[in-house]
């Protein structure tokens, strides 16, 4: 789901949206700028990776030439100081991510409990935002 103030233009992307786990996109369609994607994502620990990394693969492809923030709970920890579980996954997301040109901006935890902590939650853009980094840190 995505929250949009009222009076910002936009149109929702049907076209981009998985087939194979929970996702919402929005195009913001103001006058005189430039295109701008807004993409939730939700992928629950039971979808298979491969399958949803080809899914949104093929959906970020058709998306390359548009300012895209892709956010969400993609269920792979990104983590790497100290985690050798889930190696192959983080190795296959980050894949992912650099092939389409997106940075990933989020490096603490956003998980926590008192025995563990996992970073599942992402924010990723293919343009610098400066305003993207300064809410994060």
């Known amino acids: 789901m995505i929250f949009i103030r009222d009076g910002i233009p936009y149109s929702?992307?049907?076209d981009l949206m998985s087939k194979v786990?929970?996702?919402?996109?929005i195009e913001d369609v103001r006058?005189?700028?430039?295109?701008?994607l807004v993409w939730t994502v939700y992928r629950a620990p039971d979808v298979n990776l491969d399958i949803f990394i080809?899914?949104?693969?093929h959906s970020l492809h058709t998306s390359e030439d548009v300012h895209t923030i892709?956010?969400?709970?993609?269920?792979?920890?990104?983590q790497t100081l100290g985690k050798v579980t889930n190696k192959e996954q983080r190795r296959k997301l980050s894949k992912l991510l650099s092939i389409?040109?997106?940075?990933?901006?989020?490096?603490?935890?956003?998980r926590v409990t008192e025995t563990s902590s996992t970073?599942?939650?992402?924010?990723?853009?293919?343009?610098f935002f400066h305003w993207t980094l300064a809410i994060i840190r």
């Open 12 to 14: 929702s992307r049907t």
């Open 21 to 25: 786990c929970e996702s919402s996109c």
């Open 31 to 36: 006058p005189k700028c430039k295109t701008l």
């Open 54 to 57: 080809e899914d949104l693969s």
């Open 70 to 78: 892709l956010l969400g709970d993609f269920n792979v920890d990104m």
């Open 100 to 110: 389409h040109n997106f940075e990933q901006f989020i490096a603490d935890p956003t």
């Open 119 to 127: 970073l599942i939650d992402l924010l990723s853009t293919v343009v």
